[in-house]
T-cell receptor, first 112, second 117 residues
Framework: KAGVTQTPRYLIKTRGQQVTLSCSPI?????VSWYQQTPGQGLQFLFE???????NKGNFPGRFSGRQFSNSRSEMNVSTLELGDSALYLC???????????FGPGTRLTVT | AQKITQTQPGMFVQEKEAVTLDCTYD???????LFWYKQPSSGEMIFLIY??????QNATEGRYSLNFQKARKSANLVISASQLGDSAMYFCAMREGRKTSGSRLTFGEGTQLTVNP
């Protein structure tokens, strides 16, 4: 079974631009979560989607948004990028009725 | 207050020896789960082991075992027979609430493990 895939793997953007990251979960997994990892703040939960609905949300500004499609693929969008948004963005999927979460390789975003 | 505390920023161990990575947690939920993940320099988070709050036996997965002490709110990871490939950052994480409440994980700050030949 293929693992969680994230595209693109690396991205360089300029302050003020917007960016869209994509995550394809493991087949059969309907829950997709997003996390931001920075050296200063560590790993922080952004949001979780389940069956196309946002089920949980972390403490991030409204510039961070996401959505999930009927095939469980998810996208997250960051508008009006700031230098502090430079981070590794990790996506994780969970199988039904399980606590386990499986992570993708991440998208490393650099904002200049 | 920190929900997950990993007090060892860095640990060193000789190849083939065992090592314990510490993790304490704080929650008022009765139902929760504890995880350990490994993150090599490539960045991917690799799931190692899981312990549910109602599990009476300590979880084991190959060379990994989780020393779960509920009363002390600790969930230490034990790696037996360390290998050079075990050198990585290790994160302890917690998921609170029942499965239907979602999959939000809270992570500790991590422990950088270095295995010396």
């Amino acid at each position: 079974k293929a693992g969680v895939t994230q595209t693109p793997r690396y991205l360089i953007k300029t302050r003020g631009q917007q960016v869209t990251l994509s995550c394809s979960p493991i087949s059969g997994h309907r829950s997709v979560s997003w996390y931001q990892q920075t050296p200063g703040q560590g790993l922080q939960f952004l949001f979780e989607y389940f069956s196309e609905t946002q089920r949980n949300k972390g403490n991030f500004p409204g510039r961070f948004s996401g959505r999930q499609f009927s095939n469980s693929r998810s996208e997250m969008n960051v508008s009006t990028l700031e230098l502090g948004d430079s981070a590794l963005y990790l996506c994780a999927s969970s199988p039904p009725n399980s606590y386990e979460q499986y992570f993708g390789p991440g998208t490393r975003l650099t904002v200049t | 207050a920190q929900k997950i505390t990993q007090t060892q920023p860095g640990m060193f161990v000789q190849e083939k020896e065992a090592v314990t990575l510490d993790c304490t947690y704080d929650t008022s939920d009765q139902s929760y789960g504890l995880f350990w993940y490994k993150q090599p320099s490539s960045g991917e988070m690799i799931f190692l082991i899981y312990q549910g709050s109602y599990d009476e036996q300590n979880a084991t997965e190959g060379r990994y075992s989780l020393n779960f002490q509920k009363a002390r709110k600790s969930a230490n990871l034990v790696i037996s027979a360390s290998q050079l490939g075990d050198s990585a950052m290790y994160f302890c994480a917690m998921r609170e609430g029942r499965k239907t409440s979602g999959s939000r994980l809270t992570f500790g700050e991590g422990t950088q493990l270095t295995v010396n030949p």
